[in-house]
C-alpha cells in the first residue's frame, strides 16, 4: 500500500480559516480517478468512510467521494477550512444566515468536520484538524494552489466568511467586484462577484485551482478524457488559467504560474 503523508495544501499555517483540503462528490468515483489521474499524475488510496485519498508522490492532495445513490446531487469540488472549534462554528454559520448541511460529525483520521452552505448557497466544509502544517513552497503539477468564491455580489457573504472563519478582508483596486480573505495575515481565498454571470445551472459556487505545468497542455487533455472547456485560458495576475468540467460536470480551474 502506498504510504500516505501529511494532506498537501500549500499553504503555511492552520490558522483558523486557512484552507485545509479539497474535497470531491462525485456519482461514480472510479470513472473520477481515472480522470484526475491522467490528468494530474495523482494515485489513489483508502480514506475514511467511503472516500479515497488521491495522492501525488505518496502525498496527499484531495478526497474523492460517492454521493448518495438517492440523492441527485450534482459533482462539485468543495473546499474545507479549518475551525478552532467546529461546533462553535457550526452556529455561526446559522446565526449569521448560512445553512449545515452535513454535521458536526467525527471522522476516522480527520476529527470533526461540517459541510455548509454560505447565503448566497456556496458550499464549503470546516474541519478542526489541529495537525503539522503543509510545506508552504510545494508547487507541483496537480496539487491544489487557491480557491475563488465565485457569487452574485461580494458584501454579504464577505461579511459571513469574516464572522464565521474570522477573516480579514483586502478589496480589490481594479474596480470590479472582487476581496481577498486573510487569514492570519495570509492569503486565504477570494471572492469574486459575477452578477448574472453567475453559472445559472450552478448557483453561487467555490471554484478551485489546480496547478498545471502548461495550461495549454491540460486543456487538450482534459477534452480528451471526456471532460470540457468551460472558459478559455486567459492570463492573470496569479498566472495562465482556464475553467473546465470533468466528464461528470464537475467545476474546476487549471491554473499555470506566471513566467
Given at each position: 500500500?502506498?504510504q500516505?503523508?501529511?494532506?498537501?495544501?500549500?499553504?503555511?499555517?492552520?490558522?483558523?480559516?486557512?484552507p485545509?483540503?479539497?474535497?470531491?462528490?462525485?456519482?461514480?468515483?472510479?470513472a473520477?480517478?481515472?480522470?484526475?489521474?491522467?490528468?494530474?499524475?495523482?494515485?489513489?488510496?483508502?480514506?475514511?468512510?467511503?472516500r479515497?485519498?488521491?495522492?501525488?508522490?505518496?502525498?496527499?492532495?484531495?478526497?474523492?467521494?460517492q454521493?448518495?445513490?438517492d440523492?441527485?446531487?450534482?459533482?462539485?469540488?468543495?473546499?474545507?477550512?479549518?475551525?478552532?472549534?467546529?461546533?462553535?462554528?457550526?452556529?455561526?454559520?446559522?446565526?449569521?444566515?448560512?445553512?449545515?448541511?452535513?454535521?458536526?460529525l467525527?471522522?476516522?483520521?480527520?476529527?470533526?468536520t461540517?459541510?455548509?452552505?454560505?447565503?448566497a448557497?456556496?458550499?464549503?466544509?470546516?474541519?478542526?484538524?489541529?495537525?503539522?502544517?503543509?510545506?508552504?513552497?510545494?508547487?507541483?503539477h496537480?496539487?491544489?494552489?487557491?480557491?475563488?468564491?465565485?457569487?452574485?455580489?461580494?458584501?454579504?457573504?464577505?461579511?459571513f466568511?469574516?464572522?464565521?472563519?474570522?477573516?480579514?478582508?483586502?478589496?480589490?483596486?481594479?474596480?470590479?467586484?472582487?476581496?481577498?480573505l486573510?487569514?492570519?495575515?495570509?492569503?486565504?481565498?477570494?471572492?469574486?462577484?459575477?452578477?448574472?454571470?453567475?453559472?445559472?445551472?450552478?448557483?453561487?459556487?467555490?471554484?478551485?485551482?489546480?496547478?498545471?505545468?502548461?495550461?495549454?497542455?491540460?486543456?487538450?487533455?482534459?477534452?480528451?478524457?471526456?471532460?470540457?472547456?468551460?472558459?478559455?485560458?486567459?492570463?492573470?495576475?496569479?498566472?495562465?488559467?482556464?475553467?473546465?468540467?470533468?466528464?461528470?460536470?464537475a467545476?474546476?480551474?487549471?491554473l499555470?504560474?506566471?513566467?
Amino acid at each position: 500500500m502506498t504510504q500516505v503523508r501529511q494532506a498537501a495544501i500549500p499553504r503555511a499555517t492552520r490558522a483558523p480559516g486557512a484552507p485545509w483540503r479539497v474535497s470531491l462528490l462525485t456519482h461514480r468515483p472510479a470513472a473520477a480517478e481515472e480522470f484526475y489521474g491522467a490528468l494530474f499524475g495523482w494515485e489513489f488510496g483508502p480514506g475514511p468512510g467511503r472516500r479515497a485519498r488521491a495522492l501525488l508522490d505518496g502525498q496527499e492532495v484531495a478526497g474523492i467521494g460517492q454521493s448518495p445513490p438517492d440523492r441527485q446531487f450534482p459533482a462539485a469540488w468543495t473546499p474545507f477550512f479549518t475551525s478552532p472549534d467546529v461546533d462553535l462554528t457550526a452556529h455561526q454559520v446559522r446565526l449569521y444566515g448560512g445553512t449545515v448541511a452535513v454535521g458536526p460529525l467525527d471522522s476516522a483520521g480527520e476529527g470533526r468536520t461540517v459541510v455548509a452552505a454560505d447565503p448566497a448557497g456556496a458550499v464549503f466544509g470546516l474541519g478542526g484538524y489541529a495537525g503539522p502544517s503543509a510545506a508552504p513552497d510545494e508547487d507541483r503539477h496537480g496539487l491544489p494552489v487557491w480557491t475563488e468564491l465565485i457569487t452574485y455580489e461580494t458584501g454579504r457573504v464577505v461579511r459571513f466568511y469574516e464572522a464565521v472563519c474570522g477573516y480579514e478582508q483586502e478589496p480589490g483596486t481594479d474596480g470590479l467586484d472582487r476581496v481577498t480573505l486573510h487569514s492570519a495575515g495570509r492569503p486565504a481565498a477570494a471572492l469574486r462577484g459575477a452578477g448574472r454571470a453567475v453559472l445559472r445551472d450552478r448557483g453561487a459556487h467555490w471554484l478551485t485551482h489546480f496547478r498545471v505545468t502548461d495550461v495549454e497542455w491540460a486543456l487538450a487533455r482534459v477534452s480528451a478524457l471526456g471532460g470540457r472547456v468551460r472558459e478559455p485560458a486567459r492570463d492573470t495576475a496569479s498566472g495562465r488559467s482556464a475553467t473546465v468540467t470533468d466528464p461528470q460536470g464537475a467545476v474546476f480551474a487549471v491554473l499555470q504560474a506566471p513566467a
